[in-house]
């Protein structure tokens, strides 16, 4: 099992201590939050910073998504982070609410995110993994199915407590209708 720790950036030299005791402690990942740009630092001078910091732990947007931070964007930082830091930079990426709605846009569709995703994989490194958060009423809907079968992107939902961070699979939600190209998931009851 690999566990992850979040951080919402207020301070990037906080952050970097963050990541490096995250390392310290054994922590496979370290996600730095993509939301709200008026109250939080820029997720990837921070993630950079923190990869300078560090030598082994995974970094990445936790979560991002493709209004705000426009595909091609996110493509070209994660082939840069692929290059710099190989194997270390995922993206954790979901529909943009609350990032989106903070500054006046409209959140993505999953159809929209689903395209956005393709895109962005076809410019980044083929060992990038792809975190899809899904969450709200319609969340758990978007789930992989045994008839989308799971390769390797995950995907986290909070409403029924969908893991992003365990490798092995398990239980799939019934009802999608997003084929991701790389999907892994699991998943925890919610009690």
Not at 5 to 27: D, M, P, W, Y
Not at 57 to 72: K, Q, Y
């Given at each position: 099992m690999r566990l992850g720790v979040i951080n919402l950036t207020h301070s990037s030299r906080a952050a970097i201590k963050f990541?490096?005791?995250a390392e310290a402690a054994g922590f496979w990942g370290v996600g730095i939050g993509d939301t709200v740009p008026e109250r939080y630092q820029?997720?990837?001078v921070t993630a950079a910073a923190c990869f300078a910091a560090t030598e082994r732990v995974h970094i990445g947007p936790t979560v991002t998504n493709t209004?705000?931070?426009?595909?091609?964007?996110?493509?070209?930082?994660?082939?840069?982070?692929g290059?710099?830091?190989p194997g270390r930079f995922f993206a954790?990426?979901?529909t943009g609410d609350g990032a989106c709605h903070s500054v006046g846009l409209t959140p993505s569709t999953w159809a929209k995110l689903e395209e956005d995703v393709a895109k962005v994989r076809s410019w980044a490194p083929d060992d990038m993994e792809v975190h899809v958060a899904a969450s709200g009423p319609r969340g758990p809907s978007r789930m992989p199915?045994?008839?989308s079968p799971p390769a390797d992107t995950n995907w986290a939902c909070a409403r029924i407590r969908w893991s992003c961070w365990p490798r092995r699979l398990s239980r799939r939600r019934a009802g999608s209708t997003m084929s991701a190209s790389r999907v892994r998931c699991s998943s925890r009851s919610a009690s």
């Amino acid at each position: 099992m690999r566990l992850g720790v979040i951080n919402l950036t207020h301070s990037s030299r906080a952050a970097i201590k963050f990541a490096q005791a995250a390392e310290a402690a054994g922590f496979w990942g370290v996600g730095i939050g993509d939301t709200v740009p008026e109250r939080y630092q820029d997720t990837y001078v921070t993630a950079a910073a923190c990869f300078a910091a560090t030598e082994r732990v995974h970094i990445g947007p936790t979560v991002t998504n493709t209004v705000t931070r426009h595909w091609s964007v996110l493509g070209a930082t994660a082939r840069t982070f692929g290059e710099l830091y190989p194997g270390r930079f995922f993206a954790g990426v979901a529909t943009g609410d609350g990032a989106c709605h903070s500054v006046g846009l409209t959140p993505s569709t999953w159809a929209k995110l689903e395209e956005d995703v393709a895109k962005v994989r076809s410019w980044a490194p083929d060992d990038m993994e792809v975190h899809v958060a899904a969450s709200g009423p319609r969340g758990p809907s978007r789930m992989p199915t045994a008839s989308s079968p799971p390769a390797d992107t995950n995907w986290a939902c909070a409403r029924i407590r969908w893991s992003c961070w365990p490798r092995r699979l398990s239980r799939r939600r019934a009802g999608s209708t997003m084929s991701a190209s790389r999907v892994r998931c699991s998943s925890r009851s919610a009690s």
